[in-house]
């Protein structure tokens, strides 16, 4: 009787909370790319309905991904609120990243200026670029929303629906779907602020390519202010990564669509410097550098490791980052994770899938050591985790030593195994354990994957990622028929492994 009677509430209360949502409450703004003034963009909205006295109006501090304050609201000025006449509403900016609006029931619109985060890939400027934006009026716009859009603290969780004014002759590449309501205006819908910052879009004339990767569409889009017809060739060398990432990640992409949105500044360096960042159903990849021949070596580097995230943290990752404060996030201990074992599978997966030679990935493991050498080699990786925003002089030991430890992980695994059992089967594992909708909690990460794996794994955590001691690479090389000299830093094959060393090899890397 209980049963029935909560199922019948169930069925008849769900729909209508359902419907209340999406036909009134919704932020609408109105973004125009169109008439900018000083590569400065206005942007306006009508707040949700609401009976607030006042409210706390929030531009990101920092966002998933990055781990240090970037403060978003610094882009932002002249902020104005008006009532259904035009009449000013009080409103008092409370820090970079909020204000406070007076008498918010009554505001029916709040209007504001947004400058772009960047203009050039060669400024230096505090933290990475590609969580910001830039406008350029009549070439170019690449757009996070975390810089231009915002929430009311007390009104979350509701869809955005974003209309934007554009020049007629530009597209908007995303992960999202942009409708065309006439050839100056599109309209996207979000079902919440978390998604619309997770699908950042780039708008420019069209250069686009689409794949179709297994069952996964996949957009190319490319902006260069010189080569307008580059994508095609772009998607060549994506679509070999992909392929290669579909058969290490078990046969199938774990998403339906993904966009990789690349923008590509030209200078008068040699090599190339790439800026990356993960989302859930795209990537942004800013890459500033000499000429496009570095490109391959840049796609199997950057846009690879944006691709691996779509396994951490996207589908699997704590409830600090399913739960995510913009303003003032409490950051999980497992950047070991989320950075580490990514970075680890985009050098792992070419030697797996033999587009590279053993001498190459030998070669790749040094850097990654010579690149560890420059941090301090005793520290708690869980640790420097949850303080990461204190700690960056440490964090980009994430992507050295957080490689390495996947390394290590990875052989021990085989090793216990009998070679049947990798990092590859742990990360599938544990993305079908959690997946998108599921969080775990951060102190029982180790556990659980103990129990999917064997005890020894337990001891492996507490040694090398808990506590701070180094990792025993020449150990664990030496199990797989390597040698590493400690002296000089070099990775080898040992001339005449035993049997057990070559077979583990042959399970670690396929050579
Ligand atoms: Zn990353």
């Known amino acids: 009787m209980n049963t029935l009677i909560k199922l019948f509430l169930a069925i008849v209360i769900f729909p209508n909370i359902l419907i209340a949502q999406t036909s009134k409450k919704k932020y609408e703004y109105n973004i125009d790319l169109l008439h900018m003034s000083n590569d400065e963009v206005r942007v306006s909205f009508a707040p949700p309905k609401n009976n607030l006295k006042q409210g706390k109006f929030i531009i990101p501090k920092l966002v998933p991904g990055f781990y240090e304050a970037m403060d978003f609201g610094q882009y932002v000025s002249n902020l104005v609120a008006t009532d259904k006449k035009g009449k000013k509403v009080a409103t008092e900016r409370l820090d970079k990243n909020s204000w406070m609006i007076h008498d918010l029931k009554n505001v029916s619109s709040i209007s504001y200026k947004v400058a772009g985060g960047w203009n050039s890939l060669k400024q230096k400027t505090q933290g990475a670029k590609s969580p910001g934006s830039m406008f350029k009026k009549d070439s170019v716009s690449v757009i996070n929303y975390?810089?231009?859009?915002?929430y009311f603290e007390k009104i979350k969780d509701i869809p955005y629906q974003v209309t934007i004014t554009k020049n007629k002759d530009f597209y908007a590449s995303?992960?999202?779907?942009?409708?065309?309501?006439?050839?100056?205006?599109d309209v996207v819908w979000a079902k919440d602020y978390r998604q619309l910052v997770d699908s950042p879009v780039l708008y420019c004339v069209p250069d686009t390519t689409w794949l179709k990767i297994g069952k996964t569409e996949v957009l190319v889009s490319f902006y260069n202010k010189k080569e307008r017809h580059y994508s095609k060739k772009i998607a060549q060398e994506i679509e070999n990564i992909l392929k290669n990432q579909e058969a290490y990640l078990g046969g199938t992409l774990p998403v339906n669509k993904y966009a990789f949105l690349i923008y590509v500044e030209s200078s008068n360096q040699r090599g190339y410097m790439g800026d990356g960042l993960e989302h859930s159903q795209?990537?942004?990849c800013l890459y500033y550098a000499g000429n496009m021949n570095f490109l391959s070596d840049a796609l199997r580097r950057v846009a690879s490791h944006e691709f691996f995230h779509i396994i951490t943290p996207l589908n699997i990752h704590s409830e600090q980052i399913q739960h995510y404060d913009f303003l003032n996030p409490t950051l999980s201990e497992h950047l070991w994770m989320y950075e580490g074992m990514t970075e680890y599978a985009t050098i792992h997966m070419p030697i797996k899938q033999k587009m590279i030679s053993l001498e190459d990935f030998e070669k790749s493991i040094?850097?990654?050591?010579?690149?560890?050498?420059?941090?301090?080699?005793?520290?708690?990786f869980t640790e420097i985790s949850k303080n990461a925003m204190e700690r960056q002089d440490q964090y980009m030991n994430f992507y050295q030593k957080g490689a390495l430890l996947g390394l290590c992980l990875d052989i021990r695994l085989r090793e216990l195994s009998g070679g049947k059992m990798g990092t590859q089967d742990l990360m599938l594992m544990l993305m079908k354990k959690y997946g998108a909708g599921k969080y775990f909690k951060d102190d029982d990460l180790f556990d659980e994957i103990t129990k999917m794996t064997y005890?020894?794994?337990?001891?492996?955590?507490?040694?090398?990622?808990?506590?701070?001691q180094p990792i025993p690479l020449k150990e664990y090389l030496e199990k797989a028929g390597l040698n590493y000299d400690e002296a000089t830093g070099k990775v080898t094959t040992i001339p005449h492994p035993d049997p057990k060393q070559l077979a583990l090899r042959k399970a670690w890397i396929n050579q």
């Open 146 to 150: 975390n810089s231009l859009v915002g």
């Open 174 to 185: 995303s992960a999202l779907d942009y409708q065309q309501k006439d050839k100056n205006t």
């Open 282 to 284: 795209s990537t942004v």
């Open 366 to 380: 040094e850097e990654k050591i010579q690149g560890m050498k420059e941090f301090d080699n005793k520290l708690s």
């Open 455 to 468: 005890p020894e794994i337990r001891t492996f955590f507490r040694d090398f990622v808990e506590g701070g």
